[in-house]
Nanobody
Framework: QVQLVESGGGLVQAGGSLRLSCAVS????????FGWYRQAPGKQREFVAR???????DYADSVKGRFTISRENAKNTMYLQMNSLKPEDTAFYYC???????????????WGQGTQVTVSS
């Protein structure tokens, strides 16, 4: 079964940087779009960034210019480089991947367990 594992979260001071990783494990699959979402206490989960299989990227206005999403297809891994972090970025960050089963051609969304990012002032 396909699984997504996030890493790289932690505590950082405002203005600092973190890099999140999302690794996909399993077999007989290919990843279409990768994306990052986040959820702060008392807030609904929100879109942060996504990257298509072709490398096209989209960002939420709140992070545009500060965050960079990328992917390394050979390792089935996606990254989120977060620079100039603000306290408002504090949230639980979730990896999302639209994955197609190679044999069946089925494409569904998978979610990781998330990783906490805390930005102190």
């Amino acid at each position: 079964q396909v699984q997504l594992v996030e890493s790289g979260g932690g505590l950082v001071q405002a203005g600092g940087s973190l890099r999140l990783s999302c690794a996909v494990s399993g077999s007989a699959f290919s990843v279409n779009a990768f994306g990052w979402y986040r959820q702060a206490p008392g807030k609904q989960r929100e879109f942060v960034a996504r990257i298509s299989s072709g490398g096209n990227t989209d960002y939420a206005d709140s992070v545009k210019g500060r965050f960079t999403i990328s992917r390394e297809n050979a390792k089935n891994t996606m990254y989120l480089q977060m620079n100039s972090l603000k306290p408002e970025d504090t949230a639980f960050y979730y990896c999302n991947a639209n994955i197609r089963a190679t044999i069946l051609g089925t494409a569904i969304d998978y979610w990781g367990q998330g990783t906490q990012v805390t930005v102190s002032s």
